[in-house]
């Protein structure tokens, strides 16, 4: 069940103009699946983004055949949370039943749909992972591996985008009380422990938190 990877993809589904997809971005920028509230092979229940081109639009989200109902959560001058319900198109729910059933994978959320293409999170093992590209190859879907790293589950993903080092030094720092108030140890002891020049640590722990940040608020 260990050293699972998570795939970072952008890809075109081969239906994509078939389900209207392309109206979509006739008002908006981008839509951003946050949260799966439901999700089942036939119908889903997500936590939605939306940034809007002009002012929101709630009524528009609700024209397109597979959203069943759509409420407003929260507005913004161009952009909107909504809670969306609907059902998802065979197509699709094909491809979600594949997934799981057949190569042992999930998806991690975001999931983020612009005008030319969709990119997402696949959960696995490499083996599994790499029966999934070729699948979707026999699918017809044009795709771009954006990258393959290690998988971290107890940051819901977040973590995932950390590199290695990173990752120790924050886990390294946290355990020494660099983040409590007051500190208990500072950035230049905890360099000395992990053996790195304090600049080293110092731009590793920076660049770990405005990554985490930026998932966080994005």
Not at 13 to 21: A, E, R
Not at 72 to 100: M, N
Not at 194 to 203: C, G, K, P, V, Y
């Amino acid at each position: 069940m260990y050293n699972l990877k998570i795939l970072k993809l952008s890809y075109k589904p081969p239906d994509i103009f078939n389900l209207g997809y392309h109206r979509i971005f006739s008002k908006v920028k981008k839509v951003i699946i946050q949260t799966p509230l439901m999700q089942n092979p036939e119908k889903f229940l997500f936590i939605v983004e939306i940034d809007w081109k002009k002012e929101p639009d709630n009524d528009f989200v609700k024209e397109f055949v597979f959203i069943e109902d759509s409420k407003e959560l929260i507005a913004f001058k161009d952009r909107s949370v909504c809670l969306i319900g609907g059902s998802i198109p065979k197509e699709h729910s094909d491809v979600l039943q594949q997934l799981s059933n057949n190569f042992n994978c999930f998806l991690e959320f975001p999931i983020i749909m612009e005008k030319n293409s969709i990119s997402g999170n696949i959960v696995g093992h490499q083996k599994d992972l790499n029966k999934f590209i070729d699948f979707i190859k026999g699918w017809g879907a044009e795709f771009k591996i954006i990258s393959i790293k290690k998988y971290y589950p107890k940051g819901y993903g977040i973590l995932s985008a950390l590199t290695k080092k990173q990752l120790i030094c924050l886990e390294y720092a946290l355990e020494k009380g660099y983040f409590d108030f007051p500190k208990r140890n500072d950035s230049r002891k905890i360099s000395e422990k992990l053996d790195i020049s304090h600049t080293t640590f110092i731009e590793h722990i920076k660049k770990a938190e405005k990554t985490i940040i930026t998932n966080l608020l994005r």
